[in-house]
């Protein structure tokens, strides 16, 4: 008899979970409240339309080793076309393209960036010597840096306001989900450790071809011909708890047995699911209140006719940060979606303020699309797309398995936590999401766990870079 583990959540935590405890002795319940997985990552059909959009592009980056793992097993790797170029813009019709010259890691885009006529010379040397703090520092420097701000950093580093806005803040905005005022330090020289220095092919940029949900289309049989089940549109309410251990799930259809339990859903709805008396017995769900959101604006614009031939687009000194090219119909009509990160102040705004703002940047940007009004327009605004990567917030993420110190000890050592917000040393993204899923298996299982990072260049290890 298999024993049976409960995962409440069927976004890429809990799909990352399910498929990995198939593979040993254990049978997985995937629960998820919505009628289909991929969470805050997938799809859904436009009630105007009746046409299929993805909540928001979804962007993986080379370094995401355990999400292209995911994507192997579930055989879909082949469905991201990857670019290894990112394209930016301040719209005066000049594009700078940044990709990897002929020069090892770490000094792979030392060249691109020498040509990029969006920064003065001035200002590249600023970055220059900052990116060499970053590599000098290792990963253990960054460490130093994880109580204070990402700009705290870039002012001790002496950076110019200008470098600031059209440089550093551009990439950290969009990997972190908050500006350099507020993104954690750490977080953000991570990005630039991991993804951009340590080798040839972390920054590439892979763009998925179909509608994200179809991404995980084969996790329901592949977890149901693994011996589990997938139930969608099954709602967790609470977590039962017998004073020593939880003993299942309980949810709008019942109760479901288990012999251990994986929530695998936001901190904010964990919080709901737990009674007072698991919270004192826990000390992994005493601090769920002291995370927070950032939101995420994206827009699905129409064009009659092409104005965008790259496949996306970095903007500097405008509202919009990304336009990515979704492809263009057979009427010629072209379908762009325009992402803005760290979106307080457009929660607010009404869809037609919004429009009339993005459409400015557009014709600024686009030089075809001058004139032209979008001929549809889809608005989404996302709440709750991330957890805030703040100063500190690191050392209050709990752990995969209860354990006996700190923030894990005296925990219920049969409930296993899982999500992108727990403690998997990687902003809010898809890689945190399923390497906290694998993370907290193998913390059931004793088997599988993470898969390797790229390993880092050898002249990276040399300078320090890890
Ligand atoms: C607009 C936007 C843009 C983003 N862009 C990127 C990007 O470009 N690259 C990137 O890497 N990441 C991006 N992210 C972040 C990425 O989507 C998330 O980090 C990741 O999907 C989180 O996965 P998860 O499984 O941890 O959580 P979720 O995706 O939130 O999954 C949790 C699941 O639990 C379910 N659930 C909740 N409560 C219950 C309950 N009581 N019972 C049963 N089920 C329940 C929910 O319905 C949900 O399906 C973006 C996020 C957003 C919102």
């Known amino acids: 008899m298999k024993r049976t583990v409960v995962i409440i959540g069927g976004g890429l935590a809990g799909i990352a979970a399910a498929l990995r405890l198939i593979e040993t002795e254990y049978k997985p319940i995937l629960i998820e409240s919505s009628r289909r997985l991929g969470g805050r990552a997938t799809s859904f059909d436009d009630p105007r339309t009746g046409e299929t959009l993805d909540n928001c592009q979804h962007v993986v980056m080379g370094c995401c080793t355990n999400l292209l793992d995911l994507y192997e097993r579930?055989?879909?790797?082949?469905?991201?076309?990857?670019?290894?170029?990112?394209?930016?813009?301040?719209?005066?019709?000049?594009?700078?393209?940044?990709?990897?010259?002929?020069?090892?890691?770490?000094?792979?885009?030392?060249?691109?960036?020498?040509?990029?006529?969006?920064?003065?010379?001035?200002?590249?040397?600023?970055?220059?010597?900052?990116?060499?703090?970053?590599?000098?520092?290792?990963?253990?420097?960054?460490?130093?840096?994880?109580?204070?701000?990402?700009?705290?950093f870039l002012d001790h580093c002496k950076q110019p306001e200008s470098v600031i806005t059209r440089f550093w803040n551009v990439i950290v905005v969009s990997a972190c989900n908050l500006d350099v005022d507020r993104c954690g330090a750490a977080f953000a020289i991570q990005v630039f450790q991991d993804g951009f220095m340590s080798n040839r092919f972390g920054?590439?940029?892979?763009?998925?071809?179909?509608?994200?949900?179809?991404?995980?289309?084969?996790?329901?049989?592949?977890?149901?011909?693994?011996?589990?089940?997938?139930?969608?549109?099954?709602?967790?309410?609470?977590?039962?708890?017998?004073?020593?251990?939880?003993?299942?799930?309980?949810?709008?259809?019942?109760?479901?047995?288990?012999s251990a339990v994986m929530c695998a859903v936001p901190f904010d709805r964990l919080d709901k699911l737990v009674s007072s008396t698991l919270r004192k017995a826990d000390t992994r769900l005493q601090k769920l209140d002291a995370f927070a959101y950032s939101p995420i604006l994206g827009v699905h614009l129409f064009f009659d006719q092409t104005i965008m031939e790259l496949p996306h687009l970095t903007v500097v000194d405008h509202d919009i940060q990304w336009v990515f090219n979704k492809g263009v119909d057979e009427q010629g009509r072209q379908h762009l979606?325009?992402?803005?990160?760290?979106?307080?102040?457009?929660?607010?705004?009404?869809?037609?303020?919004?429009?009339?703002?993005?459409?400015?940047?557009?014709?600024?940007?686009?030089?075809?699309?001058?004139?032209?009004?979008?001929?549809?327009?889809?608005?989404?605004?996302?709440?709750?797309?991330?957890?805030?990567?703040?100063?500190g917030i690191d050392s209050i993420r709990p752990g995969p398995a209860s354990g006996t110190v700190g923030l894990a000890g005296g925990g219920v050592p049969n409930l296993y936590l899982a999500g992108d917000w727990t403690d998997v040393g990687w902003p809010s993204t898809m890689e945190g999401a399923v390497r906290s899923g694998y993370a907290a298996s193998e913390a059931i299982t004793g088997q599988g766990g993470l898969v390797d990072d790229i390993p880092t260049s050898l002249l990276g290890l040399a300078l320090g870079l890890r």
């Open 74 to 152: 579930l055989g879909v790797l082949e469905s991201i076309a990857w670019g290894h170029s990112v394209y930016w813009t301040s719209g005066r019709g000049e594009i700078d393209e940044l990709g990897a010259g002929w020069l090892p890691a770490p000094l792979h885009l030392a060249g691109a960036m020498r040509r990029m006529k969006l920064l003065s010379n001035v200002e590249k040397r600023h970055i220059a010597k900052a990116m060499w703090r970053i590599i000098r520092m290792g990963s253990k420097g960054r460490f130093e840096w994880r109580d204070s701000t990402f700009r705290a």
């Open 203 to 258: 920054y590439s940029v892979g763009l998925p071809t179909t509608p994200l949900r179809e991404l995980y289309d084969p996790a329901i049989s592949m977890i149901e011909q693994g011996g589990g089940e997938v139930r969608l549109g099954c709602s967790a309410k609470a977590l039962a708890y017998d004073s020593r251990r939880i003993t299942g799930v309980n949810t709008l259809d019942g109760m479901i047995d288990a």
């Open 337 to 391: 979606h325009v992402v803005i990160s760290a979106a307080d102040v457009w929660m607010d705004l009404d869809e037609a303020e919004i429009t009339r703002r993005l459409v400015k940047d557009i014709h600024s940007v686009l030089p075809k699309a001058k004139g032209l009004d979008p001929i549809r327009v889809r608005v989404i605004k996302e709440k709750r797309a991330t957890f805030a990567p703040t100063p």
